[in-house]
């Protein structure tokens, strides 16, 4: 096994953005793509080390950026700023979140055939997006996401399948919220799993989480259990 990374540009418009493509190359043939959306933080070591550990199990890994590229590594502060922007103009998110599946797709070492893409956080709400836009990507898996709807995608019918991975006492996406995407991907004809983690709050997947809120906390069992879960679910979707 022989982990490779190379950044990677893509457009929309002006905009310029940077993804980071991790891959094993000791795999000749082409192999499913899986792309990674990232949280509030936009595109950080986080989002890095879960594309190259997709590399690992095979697949080719892609951390995206939907902020712009001059915007990595921003503070907080920013970052919340333009996050804020996207969840209100739902349709410039949508476009840019398709932009960065058309550079998976054209990278050499995918098969363009075979795209999936995993979120965390508001990455959850991304990933949940593109599926909601009718993109026929495999499927979608939304690690603790952010469940309001777009609006702008009613009446679309949804061809990714769809897994979401949530903590039952996120006070970002409460339970009410996590039926109301229930009937929401229901009424789209998605294919759909939601697992609910008891007593676990926002961001269990992050050993960084800052707990002193409560609402960002780490969970350990969920961390894995999710993992174990997506593993499955990715392995499904490519019969890997």
Known sequence: MSIKTRLVDYQDGELAFQGMLAWDE??????????????????SDFEESKAALLAEMGYVGFAIDVYGRDAIGSAI????????????DRAALQRRLLLAVQALRDQAEVDASRIAAIGYCFGGLCVLD??????????????????????????????????????????????????ALARELTAMGADWQLHGYGNVRHAFTNPA???????????EPANRRSWAAAQYFLSELFDT
């Open 209 to 219: 989480a800052d707990a002193s809120t409560g609402v960002t906390v780490y969970n």
């Open 26 to 43: 000791s795999i000749a043939e082409p192999r499913p793509g899986v792309l990674v959306a990232h949280t509030i933080r936009g595109r």
């Open 130 to 179: 593109i599926a909601r836009t009718g993109e026929p990507v495999a499927g979608v898996v939304s690690f603790h996401g952010l469940f309001d709807p777009p609006g702008n995608t009613v009446g679309n019918r949804i061809q990714a399948r769809i897994l979401a991975l949530h903590g039952w006492d996120d006070p970002l996406a409460t339970p009410d919220q996590a039926v």
């Open 77 to 88: 502060e920013d970052c919340r700023e333009k996050m804020d922007a996207l969840r209100d």
